[in-house]
């Protein structure tokens, strides 16, 4: 069976960096016995037990209401805004509601079970209207709600209301403000009901992955609108808007990740035979061995590799294996190696393809000779090219640094790493100059313009951000990727950014 629904989640987004020590409530609404003949729905009371059990899983305190009436909805959404503002300011809230849901005059309305309606009039006098619940998620006043909705389309009152339309209306500019509003398809398409499964495709996915650490809440829709595409063959498309504001993000089943869930996720995103064999040398034990196993084997490759072994096909480097920066092997003709710099304060892991000192990007000052590396092990390092000898240590990132620059008078240097943040540093005497914060994910590549002004940051959220290099002040945000953006490059004049 097919039906026309949409599923959204809106996070009202006041203040993210909620963990799971934050009181966390749940209310869910599942209306699948319908009491006008031929409304009846499969699938809402099934959605809503597969959410309930999920949340449970990551620490919320679940109400379920199963086939609720117009008085008990309300009741429920009064009673929910209530619980939040008892639990205190920094409460993470969740309305989940499965059920049929329509739009009239742009206004949202949620389907109670005892509606009996034949004209637009009679919606209005007897579905909740969605506003009653922001009305009560305002008034308890703490940070964090998330609004999901898995409103379908087939309801028969269509086809006696020409004012009354499937699925719900976008929110108001004001109401998008601090949302994040995700659909189960794109606008005006058909989703799949899970024809023969308890549950649909979009809500199967969201359940499964809310649950594992270390994704943003930005990155678990990706994930979700990814599996959902590839278990429909692209026949759904999930569809996202967002509104979403702060510095830090929300994670629902932490942020803190395990080293073998850490680089599961970062290697498994580049999707490449190469990248999961990495993830096997480090972790041969891991929890996510079968996984890399079987994408290896779509890949048409295997579990071993040169790489796993530390050793360099011709013409390649094993600079990524020895945490340190070296010349290319093989006959190429007029190179030779003048010298390799290798840390001895990071420990190495035993030669696998990726560890902790790994060395992931180099430059060199444009004024003085002296290398910049950056590392795995969240430090760079300033290195005297001619002794071998590092000069200064930089500290402070917390997780893995991924890029180096200097500026064009090579005073300064920036850096970018994995927290999510780029630091700018005094390269005479190793100081932190400032620290760039905004960006929700990793942020991959930071560089200079050319009149040493500026700085452009490109992140996995998406985006690509302009920086005053000297007061680290915002002041272009640039966005359109649908992906991770990993690169930034300045025109030579400095009036163009590549991304």
């Given at each position: 069976m097919v039906r026309i629904c949409l599923l959204v989640l809106a996070a009202v987004w006041l203040g993210m960096g909620a963990s799971l020590a934050q009181a966390r409530v749940a209310l869910i609404i599942g209306?699948?016995?319908?009491?006008?003949?031929?409304?009846?729905l499969a699938n809402p009371a099934n959605d809503a037990a597969l959410m309930g059990e999920a949340l449970e899983e990551i620490g919320f305190e679940v109400h379920t209401l199963l086939d609720a009436d117009e008085t008990a909805m309300e009741t429920a959404f009064r009673d929910h805004g209530e619980r939040l503002a008892a639990a205190g300011p920094g409460t993470v809230g969740v309305f989940f509601y499965a059920g049929h849901g329509v739009q009239s005059e742009g206004l949202n309305y949620l389907v109670p079970v005892d509606l009996r309606a034949q004209t637009e009039a009679d919606v209005?006098?007897?579905?909740?209207?969605?506003d009653n619940?922001?009305?009560?998620?305002r008034r308890a006043g703490n940070e964090t709600n998330?609004?999901?909705?898995?409103?379908?389309?087939?309801?028969?009152?269509?086809?006696?209301?020409r004012n009354v339309s499937g699925g719900l209306a976008a929110a108001t500019e004001r109401d998008a403000r601090g949302m994040l509003i995700a659909y189960a398809t794109e606008p005006g398409a058909v989703t799949e009901d899970g024809a023969g499964q308890a549950n649909s495709p979009y809500t199967t996915a969201l359940a499964d992955l809310i649950r594992e650490p270390g994704l943003s809440a930005e990155a678990l829709f990706r994930r979700v609108a990814t599996r959902v595409e590839e278990t429909t063959d692209d026949r759904q498309r999930p569809w996202i808007e967002s509104g979403l504001r702060g510095r830090k993000d929300f994670c629902f089943a932490g942020c803190d990740l395990s080293d073998d869930a850490a680089d599961w996720q970062r290697l498994s995103a580049l999707n490449t035979a190469?990248?999961?064999?990495a993830y096997m040398g480090l972790h041969p034990a891991g929890a996510y061995v079968a996984e890399a196993t079987a994408a290896l084997a779509e890949l048409g490759a295997t579990a071993t590799s040169p790489a796993l072994r530390g050793e360099a096909p011709p013409g390649q480097t094993r600079a990524i294996g020895e945490g340190s920066v070296a010349a290319p092997?093989?006959?190429?003709?007029?190179?030779?190696?003048?010298?390799v710099l290798k840390a001895?304060?990071?420990?190495d892991l035993g030669g696998t393809a990726i560890n902790e000192c790994s060395v992931f990007s180099a430059a060199f000052n444009p004024t003085r000779d002296q290398v910049a590396t950056s590392s795995f092990d969240g430090k760079a390092r300033l290195w005297n090219p001619k002794t071998g000898l590092v000069e200064t240590t930089l500290t402070g990132h917390r997780d893995r640094v991924y890029s180096v620059g200097y500026s064009p008078d090579g005073a300064r240097l920036v850096t970018s790493a994995q927290d999510g943040s780029a630091r700018v540093w005094d390269v005479a005497t190793g100081s932190l100059l400032t620290v760039l914060t905004g960006h929700t994910r990793d942020v991959r590549r930071a560089v200079f313009s050319p009149d040493?002004?500026?700085?452009?940051?490109?992140?996995d959220d998406g985006s690509a951000w302009v920086w005053d290099a000297n007061d680290g002040a915002p002041l272009l945000f640039l966005e359109g990727h649908e992906a991770l953006v990993v690169s930034a490059a300045v025109s030579p004049d400095g009036t163009r950014i590549a991304t």
């Open positions: 209306n699948s016995d319908y009491r006008t003949p031929g409304w009846q209005w006098a007897g579905a909740p209207r969605l619940l922001f009305r009560h998620l998330f609004i999901i909705l898995d409103a379908c389309r087939n309801n028969p009152l269509l086809s006696s209301s190469a990248s999961f064999q092997t093989g006959p190429v003709t007029g190179i030779r190696l003048l010298r001895d304060d990071c420990v040493g002004r500026r700085i452009v940051t490109a992140s």
